[in-house]
């Protein structure tokens, strides 16, 4: 006979929570560090009511962390999972209905990234006997659709629990989706509130302290074989590195790689920090926010060496950028690695590097020197946009970066993720951190709040603009409440510039992307909006300091960093100059139109157009 132990289906997830750990090199990681929530009748009586009874504080197995809206929440997790390399991350518990469909988008963000979040939303009792309940989205064609399945193509893993006995086995595939590197993603357990409530006699094992290792999947010898060739016979070869290489651990070994075989390292937005900013083989970043010195190699290489990246089309440059190349793709999933007709490395990055760096061959000594040439006019490049005299965004990320050494700069969506992608200067792989597969307005905040739990030793920089700070600063106040410290750097523009330049280049007029009160003319070009977002930061609870020229910026920043208190650094940036595109990106402009402007804008389009090709 087992012996058993009688439980709620919440108590019994929340005590398997917390004895889940994994296992990488030797080192073990807690999976599952804490949960964040907000309660509503889905879970107050089930999850709620589990974590109460564990105790929930910081010290306890599964410290539970109060958020303001969930998909802030998840964000937090997202960031939380980035910043600890995919081993550990967070739960996420919520009522149902709205709660629940409130987590759709940071499922979709964490799927995207390759991010392993656990969402945990309520559902509608599986007895059924109250329907409709409130917020029962009541689906005429099946009583068994519940608004929880807007879950379902966001997560890599979706199931819901309609009796006790179904938990285990739900928990062990959830706990293996989260823990393998080529599958992670949002993992979501819809939980019906008369389920979460109801007790079962559950087999001592299943509390059992478990260690999920993560595995680290060596290359095939044969596809290996391949490679080399590859590598032989390559002359001009471009590295581009991706999260992938970061998640791995790879970092090192890249850099030993790159130096060894004379490659250059570009990065994405996900990799850049793969390698420091000086290292003698570093051309920054690529793609449509690339650098001239990355993109002018990726015209020129004859083999792309792609490493954690899932070829973004800010990556490729909508499919314009490589034009002579064939691909090697290293990648722990094989989704990724067959991208572009690649010849493939399924494998971990650290253990392909590894294996490739005992491939005898040395890329073109003048190809190589070329880079490091392209590397240094770059370099020069930025000192100019970052020494500049007026607060415009390059100025204001140039005196970021000399206050931000060793800390982690946080962004995601507007006009900044470009300037930094191309300016920024990483010296380590922690310090960046830019989410750029969703772009998510609205994640700065939450997600630097993830990041910080994850490394509290580090400072954290969120930088975010006025259009993702009124989308959702609110977890401001959950950083407050932790007594977690963010320095926010909030770029205040009036409005969309990323979606005011795009706008305009479409022929779009720049409708809708200022922050102006509708105007005599019924258009939205009439006075600035007073909304003083420093003092809504201040009303949240946040130490709020102004920065009107470089030298007040500087002066802020030191104030805050060198205060144990969350501080909102408000700028006000003006026009200046600023990095331009080295390369396109593919967005459809209108075939017919009345304006000037569009027609123009096609003309561009379609001649852009015509260096666009599958990469076969
Ligand atoms: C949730 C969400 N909605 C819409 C967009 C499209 N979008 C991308 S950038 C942007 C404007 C961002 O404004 P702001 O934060 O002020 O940054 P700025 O462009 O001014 O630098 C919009 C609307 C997005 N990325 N995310
Ligand atoms: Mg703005």
Aim: contains cysteine.
């Amino acid at each position: 006979m087992t012996n058993t132990t009688r439980l709620t289906v919440a108590q019994a997830l929340v005590r398997f929570l917390a004895q889940q750990w994994t296992e990488r090199d030797g080192v073990e990681h807690r999976l599952i560090a804490g949960c964040v929530g907000i309660f509503g009748h889905g879970n107050v009586a089930g999850i709620g009511q589990a974590l109460a009874e564990q105790g929930a504080g910081t010290h306890d197995p599964l410290p539970y962390y109060l958020a303001r809206n969930e998909q802030a929440m998840v964000h937090t997790a997202a960031g939380y999972a980035r910043q600890s390399d995919r081993l550990s991350t967070l739960a996420c518990t919520s009522s149902i209905g709205p709660g629940a469909t409130n987590m759709v988008t940071g499922a979709a963000l964490a799927t995207i990234n390759r991010l392993p979040v656990l969402l945990l939303p309520g559902d509608l009792f599986a007895t059924r006997v109250a329907s409709p309940v409130l917020q029962e989205l009541e689906d005429p064609r099946s009583y068994d659709v519940s608004v929880n399945d807007c879950l379902r193509p966001v997560s890599r893993f979706w199931d819901r629990v309609n009796r006790p006995e179904q938990l285990p086995a739900a928990l062990l595939g959830a706990m293996r989706v989260l823990t393998d590197p080529a599958e992670t993603g949002a993992v979501t357990l819809a939980l019906p509130q008369d389920v979460q409530a109801e007790a079962y006699d559950w087999p001592e094992e299943l509390f059992a302290r478990r260690v999920w290792h993560v595995a680290r999947p060596v290359p095939e010898p044969a596809a290996l074989a391949r490679a080399a060739e590859l590598l032989r016979g390559s002359r001009r070869p471009l590295i581009v590195a991706g999260g992938g290489v970061k998640y791995s651990g790879a970092c090192a070994e890249l850099a030993r790689f790159a130096g060894r075989h004379g490659v250059p390292v570009a990065e994405t937005q996900a990799g850049k920090g793969a390698v420091p900013y000086d290292h003698p083989c570093a051309v920054g970043a690529i793609g449509h926010t690339g650098t001239r010195a990355a993109d002018t190699l990726a015209r020129e290489t004859d083999l792309v060496i792609g490493i954690g990246t899932r070829y973004s089309d800010f990556t490729t440059a909508s499919r314009t950028l490589f034009r002579q190349a064939r691909f090697l793709n290293v990648n722990v999933a094989a989704f990724d690695a067959a991208k572009h007709a690649a010849e493939t490395l399924v494998a971990d990055a650290r253990e392909a590097l590894k294996a490739l760096d005992d491939v005898d061959w040395r890329a073109d000594p003048d190809w190589t020197s070329r880079a490091a040439e392209l590397a240094a006019a770059w370099q020069a490049e930025t000192d100019r946009f970052y020494g500049g005299t007026e607060l415009t965004q390059p100025v204001v990320l140039g005196v970021l970066n000399e206050v931000a050494a060793g800390g982690v700069v946080v962004n995601a969506a507007g006009s900044m993720p470009g300037d930094l992608h191309r300016l920024w200067r990483a010296s380590d792989p922690g310090q960046y951190h830019v989410e750029y597969g969703y772009s998510c307005m609205g994640y700065e905040i939450a997600g630097g709040l993830g990041v910080k739990l994850a490394a509290p030793e580090r400072e954290v920089f969120v930088l975010v603009g006025d259009g993702s700070y009124l989308m959702m600063a609110q977890e401001i106040a959950t950083a407050v409440q932790e007594g977690v410290k963010l320095v926010v750097v909030l770029v205040d523009n009036q409005g969309f510039a990323s979606i005011g330049a795009l706008s305009e280049s479409v022929g779009a007029l720049r409708l809708g992307t200022a922050y102006r009160k509708r105007g005599p003319s019924g258009r939205l070009d009439g006075e600035r909006l007073p909304v003083d977002l420093a003092a809504n930061a201040a009303s949240l609870g946040a130490d709020v300091l102004t920065a009107a020229d470089p030298q007040t910026l500087r002066a802020a920043l030191a104030k805050a960093v060198a205060s144990p208190r969350t501080t909102v650094v408000y700028v006000e940036t003006v026009p200046g100059p600023a990095p331009g595109a080295e390369a396109w990106w593919d967005v459809p402009v209108a075939e017919v139109s009345g304006l000037a402007e569009a027609r123009a804008a096609r003309e561009r389009y379609d001649e852009a157009k015509r260096d666009q090709r599958p990469y076969l």
